[in-house]
């Protein structure tokens, strides 16, 4: 399967010569979904895991007796897509959502009881062009989370766990992962996608480029702004952030988006080196029923079929995780904001 990112609207460099300096590269991975299995790259199950190695637990001390069951949520995926492929649900199926979206409640459980941690990617370097090594000549990178946003002092952080290894030291693999009983939000539980690695050209997020271009940039996009507005093609308008500058969606490498916060300098807590980005987790591909984003394989399909939250992933609202690394030393602790 290939995925391949339409031409820029506009050639970026050709208006903004500064920009070839800055010009970099990132993957995006084109989650789609499908059936992997652990010995490829994946978003969702399953990883490839050591069957003697314990599986990683959440003990933080959070509510985990009420939420959603990970076999619903699937019904429920299923059982929807298959209403919009034939039409749309009817009202027994209707009725039938209702009853799979319910919270549960299993008062059993504790606030402590360990919570198994849900794979949301696997990345082997073979596969992922621009993958930083891990350390020691780990090849594979892999991912996990708490399925409950409850973490931190803000008491809605999440809690990742993520994880370097060699795939050939695997020699017994895992079968089954144990599941939670129940999970925080739906949008924990990615749906297994299969990738489709494409390189692309990117460049710097708009608040971190030098000043002047920074405000030359500004200043076209106001100009363009008004044109769009004169002519009531607001709809058509490009944008340096949204258009020209990071893709949208799941990716390896590149820059970092800072669109809820201001750019935030990420230092490496062992040795103070600039950190670079590792993995970008979307909720989304694309914005839009037309978004610059949208691969050219796409554009031809109905648009309630076009899928732009392949992963089902919910990160934040409805943004993205950054996941950050250490440059000279690739065994010193990840860091990750959400945007
Ligand atoms: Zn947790
Ligand atoms: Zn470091």
Redesign the pocket.
């Known amino acids: 399967m290939t995925r391949t990112t339409p031409p820029r609207p506009v050639p970026v460099e050709e208006l903004f010569p500064k920009l070839a300096a800055l010009r970099g590269v990132t993957t995006r991975l084109h989650p789609r979904p499908g059936r992997p299995d652990a010995s490829v790259s994946s978003v969702g199950d399953p990883l490839l895991w050591p069957a003697d190695e314990p599986w990683p637990m ?1 003990t ?1 001390p ?1 509510r ?1 007796s009420r939420g959603y069951r990970v076999a619903d949520i699937r019904q429920a995926r299923r059982l929807l897509a298959d209403a919009w492929a034939r039409d749309r649900p009817t009202a027994a199926e209707g009725a039938l959502l209702t009853e799979l979206g319910r919270r549960h409640r299993v008062p059993d459980l504790t606030d402590t009881d360990p ?1 198994p941690l849900i794979g949301l990617v696997q990345l082997y370097r073979r596969d992922i062009p621009g993958l930083m090594p891990g350390p020691d000549g780990c090849d594979l990178l892999q991912v996990l989370w ?1 399925p ?1 946003e ?2 931190g002092p803000s008491r809605q952080g999440l ?1 990742l766990h993520i994880r370097w290894r060699r795939a050939d030291q695997v020699t017994a693999a895992l079968d089954a992962p144990p599941q939670p009983v129940l999970v925080g939000f739906e949008g924990a539980v990615p749906e297994p996608c299969v990738l489709c690695p494409e390189q692309v050209v990117t460049y710097p997020y708009a608040g971190s480029l030098p000043t002047r271009l920074g405000a030359r940039i500004d200043a076209w996009e106001e100009a363009e702004e008004r044109k769009a507005e004169r002519n009531g093609r607001e709809d058509e308008l490009v944008t340096y952030h949204h258009d020209l500058a990071i893709p949208q969606g799941c990716r390896v490498g590149g820059f970092p988006s800072w669109h809820t916060t201001d750019p935030h300098p990420m230092t490496c807590e062992a040795c103070a080196a600039p950190m670079e980005l590792l993995l970008t987790v979307a909720s989304r591909e694309w914005d839009g029923a037309d978004g610059s984003w949208m691969p050219v394989e796409e554009r031809d399909i109905a648009e309630h079929l076009r899928d732009l939250t392949p992963t089902k992933l919910t990160i934040g609202r409805d943004g993205l995780l950054n996941i950050f690394a250490c440059p000279t030393a690739p065994g010193h602790p990840h860091r990750w904001s959400v945007q």
Do not use: Q, S
């Open positions: 959440c933080e959070h985990r919570i708490c409950y409850a973490h809690a």
